[in-house]
């Protein structure tokens, strides 16, 4: 007798289904337990765990037989302990130990790691998994009862949140009701820690990060050491606008693969910021490995990327960086296959000036090419601010984040009503097609341009985000169209920066 029953393996952000075939048949000689279909070795592992959770949970392994599991697709490379609830189901109805109606299995999918004792422990990826069973046309999902409220985020799905393989048989055989599980509110997002009325000073700084939250563009910060660079991105995330429902949902489905989502938190409200230091590796940054897992450029979509210390990464960390930043989504490609991981962040790089840093002009060049320098949309030299300005009292008119943000909100909105009916909806994201239809220069504007891009030997790419800037900060301002003020303004920012 063969039973089949659905189960999930995660691939990329997302996951694919993976049947879970159990077959019982006589022994010749010593009883075996095998799995096939390309399972690394958690999944091996999954014969121990599945044998002692049964004797725990009171049911008798098929004495005197061969026990096949087989994964399929068999090209699929599996990975992780989400098979063990399937697996011991699949066994205990093959063997006899337990009779599930058949009706009940061809509605549910089933994913979670036995402990010995025969509970279920929390995994990696369940909403993941929720979603695409739920695309599959599957009713219900049988999770960990730890990963509940996460997979309730998933509407119109039945979650069956268990808590060992003894409830999961109780429930299947309607002996007794799940517990409800609520899917979780929206709540607001928290408070940002540091406010921009905290930050002394550097208004061009501040306007340069109003801007790049209002249309989503990079920014690099020169400056001192102690100038507060620093400071200035970690507050740039509280004038973002908060997550929508579906953003918080990608953000959380990455960070639920990624094993960091807070046992606590079912849904993230809060735009990530990730700080990425000089010595992380390539491979930290972008994602991959072995089993591909999301990097931190992933880890920061929808939120901030900040790069201190810019000058001293290694130039090949800094030269994966330039594609993603692009197309918004980086792609690993292995020898099972190519994985894609979401990166749609605001980069903001940090770094200290030749003459205060151990790096020299020439070195600088070296580590950071004009290439990714063209796809830094804001440049400002940070001047240190005076210590009369530290120790005075605070300016009562100064801007809190709040102001900043109901700003950065509006022109935002003006952004999605713009590029209604197509896939973007930030200034940053727009085509060479799209600037052409929809950010039109009057000739003064131009004429700014082109004699600005002669002369500072701009590259199409420059050219073309210097426009997408100028029309950020028109839409800071609320005009329809972009005029010369905001085309100036927008050149300010592609100053040199002594590299």
């Known amino acids: 007798m063969v039973t089949r029953l659905t ?258 938190v079912p849904l993230l409200m809060e735009r990530p910021l990730r700080a990425v230091h000089h010595t992380a590796s390539g491979v930290a940054i972008v994602g991959g490995g072995q089993h591909p897992m999301p990097g931190e450029i992933s880890l920061a979509h929808r939120g901030v990327l900040f790069l201190d210390e810019l000058a001293e990464f290694p130039p090949q960390v800094l030269e994966v960086l330039r594609q993603p930043i692009e197309d918004r989504k980086i792609t690993i490609n292995r020898a099972q296959g190519s994985v894609t991981f979401p990166a749609d962040f605001i980069l903001v790089a940090a770094m200290n000036p030749p003459k205060y840093s151990s790096s020299s002009e020439v070195k600088m060049k070296r580590r950071i090419s004009a290439p990714l320098l063209d796809r830094i949309d804001l440049t400002i030299d940070i001047q240190p601010v005076e210590i009369a300005d530290l120790q005075g009292a605070r300016d009562p008119n100064i801007e809190t984040s709040a102001i900043i943000a109901a700003r950065v909100l509006r022109a935002r909105s003006l952004q999605i009503k713009r590029f209604k009916g197509k896939k973007i909806s930030t200034n940053k994201e727009m085509s060479v097609r799209d600037l052409e239809l929809l950010c039109p220069l009057d000739t003064q504007s131009a004429l700014l341009l082109r004699n600005a891009a002669e002369r500072l030997q701009f590259s199409a790419r420059t050219y073309h985000r210097t426009i997408k800037v100028a029309r950020t900060i028109a839409d800071l301002a609320g005009d329809d169209a972009i005029g010369v003020k905001h085309v100036a303004e927008a050149l300010q920012y592609r100053q040199a920066l002594g590299i």
Do not use: W
């Open 7 to 264: 189960s999930f393996t995660t691939l990329g952000v997302g996951a694919v289904p993976i049947d879970i075939e159990i077959g019982v048949l006589p022994a010749g000689g010593e009883p075996k337990f095998s799995i096939v279909g390309l399972g690394d070795a958690a999944i091996q592992e999954s014969k121990q765990r599945v044998q002692m959770a049964m004797k725990a949970s009171g049911y008798r392994m098929p004495m005197g037989r061969h026990i096949n599991v087989n994964l399929a697709p068999a090209h699929i490379k599996k990975t992780g302990s989400r098979f063990d609830l399937a697996i011991a189901l699949g066994m205990m109805m093959a063997s006899g130990a337990a009779h599930i109606d058949e009706s009940e299995l061809s509605k549910t999918a089933f994913v979670g790691e036995l402990a010995f004792d025969g509970t279920l422990r929390r995994i990696t990826g369940a909403l993941a998994c929720v979603i695409a069973a739920k695309k599959l046309g599957y009713s219900q999902i049988v999770v960990p009862f730890l990963n509940g409220p996460e997979a309730a985020l998933v509407p119109e799905m039945r979650i069956i949140a268990a808590e060992s393989l003894k409830d999961t048989v109780a429930y299947l055989q309607k002996e007794k009701e799940p517990p409800i599980i609520e899917t979780p509110a929206a709540g607001k997002a928290p408070q940002a820690t540091v406010d921009f009325a905290d930050v002394r000073g550097q208004a061009a700084a501040k306007r340069a990060l109003e801007i790049a939250a209002a249309g989503g563009h990079n920014v690099l910060l020169s400056g001192a050491p102690g100038s507060g660079k620093t400071l200035l991105a970690n507050a740039l995330r509280s004038i973002l606008p908060p997550l929508t429902r579906d953003e918080s949902l990608e953000v959380t489905g990455i960070y639920s693969i990624a094993n960091l989502l807070p046992d606590d």
